[in-house]
């Protein structure tokens, strides 16, 4: 099992940056392809970002493209998401969720249901 924590969140006026993280317990995290979400009330859950055990990463180039970053440190089996230059319609809670390597490799990294574990979440909010 993975216990998986984010925290990082709060509140942030329009232009602001915030570095959220996800720290995972339980098991090495270093073989985890692991991803960040976020919902806005009303909404379905988002993709946001992901990083594969290798380092290589994904966005969700639409709504992120150059303003959010994600990188991981397997010392501290910790995922990070820098964001950078927030808007009013990134406010959302923020969960990260793990994929166990046991799974064939990660392809359609939009769908929740890819994934195995995941955070309670942490909200962020940007005001305008």
């Known amino acids: 099992q993975v216990q998986l924590v984010e925290s990082g969140g709060g509140l942030m006026q329009t232009g602001g940056s915030l570095r959220l993280s996800c720290t995972a317990s339980g098991r090495t995290f270093s073989s985890y392809t692991v991803g960040w979400f976020r919902q806005a009330p009303g909404k379905e859950r988002e993709f946001v970002a992901l990083i594969r055990y290798s380092g290589a990463s994904a966005y969700n180039a639409d709504s992120v493209k150059d303003r959010f970053t994600i990188s991981r440190d397997n010392a501290k089996n910790t995922v990070y998401l820098q964001m950078n230059s927030l808007k009013p319609e990134d406010t959302a809670i923020y969960y990260c969720?793990?994929?166990?390597?046991?799974?064939?490799?990660?392809?359609?990294?939009?769908?929740?249901?890819?994934?195995?574990?995941w955070g309670q979440g942490t909200q962020v909010t940007v005001s305008s």
């Open positions: 969720a793990a994929r166990s390597p046991a799974r064939p490799n990660l392809y359609n990294y939009y769908n929740t249901n890819e994934y195995d574990y």
